[in-house]
């Protein structure tokens, strides 16, 4: 099983930046892919932004050129940089990682419990 915890959300006024964090870990595993997601109130959830372990990444239109995905892939470890910070950016973000059990071969998809972004004057 794999645990993802995430960090970085809060309150930030619009054009304002956030740097969210996601940490994997629990037993042995490799990671394909790592993410977030948002979800607005009365919204679906969707995809922001994702990477590969290879460093081929997906943005979402509404946040390119203002989001940034990194990863250290030694360390389990995602951020999203988030620049120019607008009301409708704020969302639940919830980390997600596809994963492959070194033991047992599963491929499986976690999720992360969630961090609050605001995004408000």
């Known amino acids: 099983q794999v645990q993802l915890v995430e960090s970085g959300g809060g309150l930030v006024q619009p054009g304002g930046s956030l740097r969210l964090s996601c940490s994997a870990s629990?037993?042995?595993?490799?990671?394909?892919?790592m993410g977030w997601y948002r979800q607005g109130p009365g919204k679906q959830r969707e995809l922001v932004a994702a990477?590969?372990?290879?460093?081929?990444?997906n943005y979402a239109d509404s946040v390119k050129g203002r989001f940034t995905i990194s990863r250290i892939n030694a360390e389990n470890t995602v951020y999203l940089q988030m620049n120019n910070l607008k009301p409708e950016d704020s969302a639940d973000y919830y980390c997600?990682?596809?994963?492959?059990?070194?033991?047992?071969?599963?491929?499986?998809?976690?999720w992360g419990q969630g961090t609050q972004v605001t995004v408000s004057s």
């Open positions: 629990g037993s042995i595993f490799r990671i394909n892919a």
């Open positions: 990477i590969t372990s290879g460093g081929s990444t």
């Open positions: 997600n990682s596809v994963a492959t059990s070194v033991r047992w071969g599963r491929v499986s998809d976690y």
